[in-house]
């Protein structure tokens, strides 16, 4: 079982700048995939930012140049760095990863954070 903190959350005016981590513990062999979601109010969630192993960083089109996702050097923990803020990036936001406990071609692990909220005001 694989168990992720997450932190960074908080209330900015806009232009103003946060930066999220997620660490993962647990039974973990190997992480293939961290990434951040977040939901709006009313809205669906959607994927932010995604670090693959074996790709280059992936971002969703209204936050590139200004989102930047990294990882630690543990290779558990992920950051989302994010300048210029705007109001229409306030929602919980969800660190996810994907991959292995032990040895094997398929991932088993799949899991989510609790979500951190991020507000931003105009």
């Known amino acids: 079982q694989v168990q992720l903190e997450e932190s960074g959350g908080g209330s900015v005016q806009a232009g103003g700048s946060l930066r999220l981590s997620c660490t993962a513990s647990?039974?973990?062999?190997?992480?293939?995939?961290m990434g951040w979601y977040r939901q709006a109010p009313g809205k669906e969630r959607e994927l932010v930012a995604q670090r693959r192993s074996d790709r280059y960083p992936y971002y969703v089109d209204s936050v590139k140049g200004r989102f930047t996702i990294s990882r630690g050097s543990t290779l558990n923990t992920v950051y989302l760095q994010m300048n210029s803020l705007k109001p229409e990036d306030t929602g919980v936001y969800y660190c996810?990863?994907?991959?292995?406990?032990?040895?094997?071609?398929?991932?088993?692990?799949?899991?989510w954070g609790q979500g951190t909220q991020v507000t931003v005001s105009s």
């Open positions: 647990g039974s973990i062999y190997t992480i293939s995939t």
């Open positions: 996810h990863v994907l991959g292995h406990s032990r040895p094997g071609d398929r991932p088993d692990i799949d899991s």
